[in-house]
């Protein structure tokens, strides 16, 4: 009981990192980006090409490097960085919409093409495997210990991401972002470089997928084509809409909510015969169900994104609701404050 | 050169499918500006109730009329369950593409639990190849083509010669100005994406019966070449679809061909992503936005 319920919290924590990448492009930027779990698996790949040694034939990987964990998922998250950068460099610049969104599926089948039916890559259909217990030599942890170490380090990993994404949140450029995604002509008007905030934004987010990705990797021990596909953006989608698009802690609520709650609601679903796939596929139908019904009744999500306040001390304004009732704004402010 | 010629032919083959299930897209699209991300599961939706006919004795005739029944009575329901209610209320164009996805996801994982994940295929032998004129076609093949070039000419004249199709070309047009004309928009759009989704159904069961077999998942991956045929030739414009469907079809086999047929997929991307940057509102775009243009 104790092991599942470490597994779920430890998926559920790396979930909830990736889903705070993809929050910054598609909650603050509003890009409906379907490429981003293309930089999962990359952070995922590179990982494991990084730290499980030289490739003995038959499989072939590039690279089969043996780096110390922390170093191959810090080059991971560039090498997920760079490829964003690429990508979003060329459907960033003119694309908005669903055009946006039809290139990056692109882009993200164009590496999944390339990762199952290029060999020499990362081996192909079958994948890599063999990257066992990271960090539990340095550790000296035996296979019962471990998964309560590899949490925490998920959790300690989430908590400095959940911090830095929330100072992020309330910076000029966090705020710039929203700005854009309101209305990207008033903002350009009042001067923000468009192309220059989205594009970095997508790489930052991007960056934050490939780092869920590395840490997936080190929970999986493996990855290959059959364990990943472009289509699992929307499960990252749908925990962001039910969590509250834009808002941190809405996001990991959201993960909470659609990634372990469901595996919970559906585990004790009766087991078909010959039917492996019923339990997922379950899961999957929900998903669906729950994201066109949030998008239609609660666009808002469970925990919705806070509204702006002016932080000016000498101002006298309220919050952006408060703006067509000035008095009513400037009494909550003294009574906040 | 006799070569290419046979190459050829197969890209005709392709490019029959390709368009009809483009022309179903440009259709859904024309009427209510959605991008259905749920039309590759009309296909594969197709592709199953020709089986479920199948494996009840009937012949092709039978699969492609339930296939077709299959796929219309999907593309009703996707319009009058979803995407109608999304844009009656003003939802924008980009949830509701967001929306589509989701049906999407709900569709495939429906027919995992009732018909497992694994490929299937048809019974119905495909005949031996013949030659005609310089190419080398199955009787299944030649049917694909010939109801591919019927069912587009009797598309074409439901759009142009009919009182429906009339209103179809109002709505795509201008939704608001055909209300206030007393066009039943709403009943409009949805008689379209009928008709969509018997194209669509039927397009399913040609591609399974061309491929050999369907798996969930196949509308959906057949779907991302259909959108390049539909970007190609400019969303929402019936004849640019026609055309971007054949030139597609016809590149994907010879890029498999003389290339690799397991990069087709990326291939396709490829040419989408240049027009989209290049030319974003398709290749044969004239001033106004119209379903014939």
Redesign the interface.
Known sequence: MIDYLVSVLTEGSIFAIMALGLNIIWGWSGD?DLAFYGYVALGAYMTLVLTIGPATSPTTYILGLSLPFPIAVAIAVISSMLLALIVGA?AL???R???F???T???V??LY??AG?FVPLFNGYNGLSGLFDPMGDFFNLDFTSYPFFYLGLCVVVLCVVLFLVTRLSGSRFGLALRSLREDERAAAAFGRGIYVMKLKAYVIGAGIGGLGGALFAGYLSAFNPSAWSP?ET?VL??AILVGGRGSNRGVVLGVAVMVMGLQEATRYLPEIA??P??AP??R??L???I??LF??FR?QGLLPERRLRDKDPAGTGGTAVAAGNAVAGATLDTGAA | MHEALLTLGFGLVTAAILSLSALAFTLEYSVTNV?NLSHGEILTVGAYCAYLVQQHGGGVILSGLAAAAGGGLLALAVHNG?VD??VR?G?G???????T??????I???L??IF??ANLGYTVPQGAPRTVGPFLWTDTEIQIMVSAVVITALLYVIIQHTRFGKSLRAVSQNRSLARVSGINANRVAALTWLLAGLIGGYAGFILAESVGTFSPYSG?SFF?IT?TAA?AGGLGKAVGTLVGGIIVGIALEFFGGYL?A??N??FA??I??LV??VR?RGLFVGGRRSIFE
Do not use: D, E, K, M
Request: glycine residues 8%; hydrophobic residues 60%; positive net charge.
């Open positions: 409906f060329i610049r003119h694309l919409g669903i055009y969104s039809i290139v599926l692109g882009a089948y164009v093409t390339f039916q289509v929307i989608y749908a010959n039917q796939s019923f596929a379950f999957l139908i998903t669906g169900v994201l066109v998008i239609r666009p | 991008a979803v209610r999304f209320r939802i164009g980009l949830p509701t593409f967001i929306a996805l989701g049906v999407s996801l709900v495939q994982n429906i995992v639990i497992g994940a959906f991302l959108l970007v690799s397991s990069y997929l990326a991307f490829a989408l992503s989209i940057l974003p």
